[in-house]
């Protein structure tokens, strides 16, 4: 599903240059669960980022779905993004000013489906989450699991082939966590690939497969027996 070969990014400013990934290769086959971890600062977010399309490596190359993704313009990027991806981070970022079913829907913005079909799929994901008792209330009003949970239903409303989470449980007790690792897990089951950052041995556990990264760099990848 995607090919990461001699992935760099650098960040420049007028001082200093930061080479927050450095020669990446990483291949994450279609159905994986992939847990990245690694010290803060070393590079989880932005290899995130770069595989979630939402930002660009300075050098290498990046096949999605076989496509070669470098030279492509925002406004395919952005479609891809669209069929293909759903984001799930630690701070949960919903819209204050929107309810939670206001909130999930948003997840189907770009898509042109008709009233009708998009009621019942943010019904759907609300429901696969167990928020749907929540639709009407506002994100202030739940707890940080419950938001969280509200989510995830936005990134899955659309149907995405890969998940990415970036520190998913960082912000939630353990009881909350656990419920968060097992709407992940259960989605991974079903067939979504899912490629998540997180801090905990425990929820890595979860994943098949551990990517450890170090100062830019992949120092190990290793696949748990099945
Ligand atoms: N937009 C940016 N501009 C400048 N430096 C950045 C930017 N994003 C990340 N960095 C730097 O790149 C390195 C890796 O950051 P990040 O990917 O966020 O690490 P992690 O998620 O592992 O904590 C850090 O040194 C960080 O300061
Ligand atoms: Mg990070």
Known sequence: MITLADIHRLFRSDEVETAALRSIDLTIEAGEFVAIMGPSGCGKSTLLNIIGLIDRPTSG?????GEEITGLDEAHLARLRRDNLGFVFQS?????????AENV????VYRRWA????????????????IAHRARHYPHQLSG?????????????????LILADEPTGNLDTANGEQVM?????LNAE??????VTHSPAHADIARRVVNMLDGRIVVSARRAA
């Open 182 to 186: 097992d709407i992940l897990k259960s």
């Open 115 to 130: 009233g009708k079909q998009r009621k019942a799929r943010v019904q759907a994901a609300m429901d696969r989450v167990g």
């Open 145 to 161: 699991g419950q938001q969280q949970r509200a989510a995830i239903a936005r990134a899955i409303v659309g149907e995405p082939s």
């Open 92 to 100: 949960f970022n919903l819209i204050d000013e929107l309810t939670i």
């Open 191 to 196: 067939g979504a690939t899912i490629v998540m």
């Open 105 to 108: 829907e948003l997840g189907l």
């Open 61 to 65: 190359r990046y096949l999605f779905q």
